[in-house]
């Protein structure tokens, strides 16, 4: 493969990322060519030392995925990550349909049960006084902000784990896909 093919398929892999990213990364691997040309090696041999540019790419984006979530921990990032990480293949299916999913699942659900309750127990501690239950208008308002409490600390400990899984969905896939930069790095040691 030529120098011309390699980094014509890589920036094509690396479509949808943000312009400057794409950009620098691309920069980045274009000096690995001119090393390797002017350490003596053909543009075959560099092109083949650094794998398949489709590879890279899909790997490269689910790394700025990964480290997107690492820096702004957002819905947006943890989509963006998960989403990066899944499109790499890098998540066993089996783990992935038995595992993860029912995981997040039940977690998302207990997230959104959390917001349920809060809001039940705000309606309840506001309409509750008005009819005549056990305890009087204290016990019903007692209620209602003791609902809230449930709520706000199902919230935020859903929150927390779901924070939790994500880290660790990201660790695991890291686990199957080769680390770039020290990968890289030493191909560059070697050539020196």
């Known amino acids: 493969m030529t120098r011309a093919e390699f980094m014509a398929r890589l920036r094509q892999g690396l479509v949808g990322l943000p312009m400057a990213t794409a950009a620098e990364i691309a920069a980045d691997y274009d000096l690995h060519f001119t090393d390797g040309l002017a350490a003596g090696r053909s543009e075959a041999e560099v092109a083949e030392a650094l794998g398949d540019p489709a ?5 490269l984006r689910a790394e700025a995925g990964a480290r997107r979530w690492t820096q702004e921990q957002n819905p947006s990032s943890a989509v963006g990550a998960v989403l990066g990480l899944i499109g790499l293949g890098a998540l066993d299916i089996i783990i992935l349909t038995f595992l993860v999913t029912p995981l997040f699942g039940s977690v998302i659900a207990m997230l959104i049960g959390g917001v349920g309750i ?4 705000g309606v309840f501690a506001v309409v ?3 009819f005549d239950g056990p305890g009087g208008v204290a016990a019903a308002v007692l ?3 003791g609902l809230m409490g449930l709520g706000v600390f199902m919230t935020g400990l859903m929150v ?11 660790w695991y896939a890291r686990l199957h ?3 770039l930069k020290p990968a890289l790095g030493a191909q560059s040691d070697n050539q020196a």
């Not at 809060?118 to 127990?121: A, T, W, Y």
């Not at 924070?163 to 969905?169: A, F, S």
């Open 55 to 59: 590879r890279l790419s899909r790997e």
């Open 118 to 121: 809060f809001i039940s127990g």
């Open 128 to 130: 509750a006084p008005f």
């Open 143 to 145: 209620g209602g902000v």
């Open 160 to 170: 927390m784990v779901v924070k939790l899984l994500i880290d660790l969905t990201v």
């Open 177 to 179: 896909y080769r680390v």
